[in-house]
């Protein structure tokens, strides 16, 4: 399994290993094989004399010499020389501890026996490569001392049982000392390739990072750093580039005055094994680079790995993040306040338009307070869901609804803001289904701001809403014949806040985030926003398409009809709720005052007070028949209360726990959740129109009465 291929990378390294080996081995073989014969002919002049075994003592120099010039040769040979070399002087070396053994010291033919083995596995079976040259070198082993010990004292076939066993066992010996020596050195030098490839593996991961990593000694100096860590180093030493930075501590926000990084440092290398600490930001060539280090061993000494990560992009996106939440944080709360007085406004308007005293005059007032108020509200509405989708806040709400009847809601409302009679308004729709499954307010949002926005920049022609479906695309375009748009314009379309100029008998209002909401909306219902087409003086055309599941008489139970609005009767009867009373909670007091003005004015009686501490004291005193809850309010919120109020009941601390309807400014269906998080049964968004308001109220009495 060893030998099957010499071409092995294993095989090649330790191929290159013995190659190299053989110089030294060679060069130790050498100095032996001079100085032992020379130490032979010494030992034998001294105890022998001068005059005697000549033939001894010229084979013995005869060795010196033969060794001594090959050692001299050999060093300026290349390796395949070399290795011959070794061969031959092996076999030599047999050749003369057999002729040593048996002509002239037989009594240390035992010695010279073991000296001939060592010289074998020392000088040639280590550089065997093969089964085949193996097999070949210890029959050749065998051979030579097969024929010196028959020539010692000759075989005796009459019993050869000894002769074979002990040429056996000379063949085996000399094949597997071979062959394991071999497999031993494979081992190694897989284990070896084995490491190194790891080795490879890790530093082509810590040089592919892009943190800076850097290992320093005792003294700080680098003992290894990754590309990246010789980069943000530049050929600086450690202590330059380290003392040369600015150093935000861990746990400061301030620049650490007459302490760098070295200082905790030296407290990092005088802990234990394995310690790591968080050292904090060095600010160097602007650029922000947070730290960390860990105490090791590299090369079995104590050392510091340093992990250097660039923050820069980091800490600016959280800057960014940070002010775009606090910017949006501003819009809801900006936009809230707004809304709530202009909704008591409403309420108030509302209230007086059932008065039967109004002149014809103070009914056309009441109306532009009215529309300007719900314009208004308009404009608050859109920095509204501009902060929610600028902060991820906005929530799309899927639901099956009928497109048809959205449709002719939108056209309803646009014809109404009309008031030029030289415009038509006309739909065209194509294969739409029955039903559509998507978020039937957004979709509504869209088509509103661009056919108002084709209203207001169209003096006479035509404005066409065409609406189509298409493998579950829905495909929705506003042409206009009105003045049209420059292509260099286009871009300015979708910049918050930012208008076009524009002719001068046209004077679009709006603070300029329709479309950008518009385009954004788009997208978050899976488009790829409004794509605009037009000419100057001859119109424009605005269009998007969203993915939507179409469908066509679903059970009507899982249907929730677009603006569901309940319609009540002109005549409703007051009478049904003159027993009832209803405690509206509000903390500012004209909104209250509004609220509970317009239920009495339908024949609710009505009460209300100005903190949640002070609906708790109302609902243990007396039963009210409903709750209208506000949100947002000092003391104790609208939420907490709820829940104050349901665990009071569970509790027996109040006897009767009336339906509680939150009312609340906020738009956001985090909003509603929240709501209904806090146990509140249902929600109404101010200002409500007064006939969706009584038939909640209604809907809830009467649910809590057959409950």
């Not at 033969?66 to 011959?84: G, L």
């Not at 609220?595 to 007070?609: A, C, D, E, H, P």
């Not at 906020?666 to 959740?673: A, F, G, K, M, P």
């Amino acid at each position: 399994m060893y030998f099957n291929s010499e071409t092995t990378e294993e095989a090649k390294i330790l191929d290159k290993y013995k190659q190299n080996s053989i110089r030294k081995r060679l060069e130790v073989g050498f100095i032996c094989g001079c100085s032992i014969p020379i130490f032979h002919i010494i030992h034998d002049i001294f105890f022998n004399g001068l005059h005697t075994n000549y033939a001894l003592r010229a084979v013995l120099l005869g060795m010196s010499l033969y060794y001594y010039y090959f050692m001299k040769i050999m060093q300026k040979k290349p390796n395949s020389y070399v290795m011959t070399i070794a061969f031959m002087l092996t076999e030599f070396g047999n050749l003369t501890m057999g002729v040593m053994g048996i002509l002239f010291y037989r009594e240390c033919l035992v010695f010279y026996s073991q000296t001939s083995a060592l010289l074998f596995v020392y000088f040639e079976s280590f550089l065997i490569l093969s089964i085949k040259t193996l097999v070949i070198m210890a029959v050749k082993q065998t051979i030579i001392w097969a024929f010196f010990s028959y020539w010692t004292s000759g075989f005796n076939f009459s019993d050869p049982a000894p002769y074979v066993t002990g040429i056996a066992s000379v063949f085996m010996l000399y094949f597997f000392i071979a062959y394991f020596d071999y497999v031993k050195d494979i081992k190694l030098c897989k284990s070896k390739i084995k490491n190194r490839n790891m080795h490879k593996n890790i530093l082509s991961v810590v040089e592919a990072i892009s943190d800076c990593v850097m290992v320093l000694d005792e003294n700080f100096n680098i003992i290894f750093a990754n590309t990246c860590g010789k980069s943000i180093l530049n050929n600086k030493s450690p202590h330059d580039f380290f003392t040369n930075s600015e150093y935000y501590r861990k746990y400061f926000n301030t620049i650490i005055c007459n302490i760098n990084i070295y200082s905790d440092l030296h407290i990092l290398y005088n802990s234990n094994l394995d310690t790591e600490m968080n050292f904090g930001i060095l600010h160097h060539n602007d650029e922000l680079f947070e730290w960390k280090g860990k105490v090791i061993k590299w090369n079995e000494k104590l050392s510091i790995i340093l992990c250097g990560r660039n923050v820069t992009h980091v800490v600016k996106m959280e800057k960014e993040s940070n002010e775009s939440q606090y910017k949006s944080a501003i819009l809801r709360t900006v936009t809230h306040e707004l809304r709530t007085p202009a909704s008591a406004v409403i309420s108030i308007v509302q209230l007086i338009e059932t008065s039967q005293q109004l002149s014809l005059d103070n009914i056309e007032r009441l109306d532009i307070i009215k529309n300007s108020c719900y314009y208004q509200l308009c404009l608050i509405n859109d920095l509204l869901d501009y902060a929610q989708v600028i902060s991820g806040c906005l929530k799309i709400s899927n639901i099956y609804f009928n497109i048809q009847q959205m449709l002719m809601d939108c056209i309803k409302i646009i014809k109404i803001q009309l008031h030029e009679p030289t415009v038509m308004l006309n739909l065209i729709t194509k294969n739409l289904p029955d039903l559509i499954y998507s978020d039937p307010h957004r979709i509504k949002q869209i088509i509103l701001n661009l056919l108002s926005n084709a209203r207001k920049f169209t003096i006479k022609g035509t404005i066409l809403l065409e609406i189509s479906y298409e493998k579950s695309w829905l495909i929705i375009k506003c042409i206009d014949t009105g003045i049209g748009i420059q292509k260099d314009k286009f871009e300015m379309l979708f910049v918050p806040f930012g208008k076009i100029e524009c002719s001068k008998d046209i004077n679009p209002q709006g603070i300029g985030l329709g479309l950008v909401i518009s385009d954004m909306l788009a997208k978050e219902l899976g488009g790829e926003g409004i794509k605009v087409e037009s000419e100057v003086n001859k119109g424009s055309c605005f269009s998007f398409s969203i993915p939507v599941t179409g469908g066509s008489n679903p059970d009507d139970s899982d249907i929730a009809e677009e603006n569901s609005r309940v319609n009540i009767p002109s005549i409703y009867t007051k009478s049904m709720l003159f027993k009832d009373e209803v405690l509206v909670v509000d903390d500012i007091c004209f909104n209250a005052e509004a609220m509970t003005q317009m239920l009495r004015s339908q024949g609710i009686k009505t009460s209300y007070v100005l903190n949640g501490e002070d609906a708790i004291n109302q609902l243990k005193d007396k039963k009210y028949s409903c709750v209208l809850m506000d949100c947002e309010m000092p003391i104790m919120d609208g939420w907490e209360t709820t829940r104050k109020i349901r665990q009071l009941y569970e509790k027996k601390y109040i006897k009767y726990l009336p339906p509680i309807i939150a009312c609340t400014a906020h738009t956001s269906e985090v909003i509603i959740l929240k709501c209904k998080e806090a146990g509140m049964d249902d929600a109404i968004i101010k200002p409500c129109l007064i006939e969706v308001l009584i038939s909640k109220i209604r809907y809830w009495i009467n649910k809590k009465e057959f409950d």
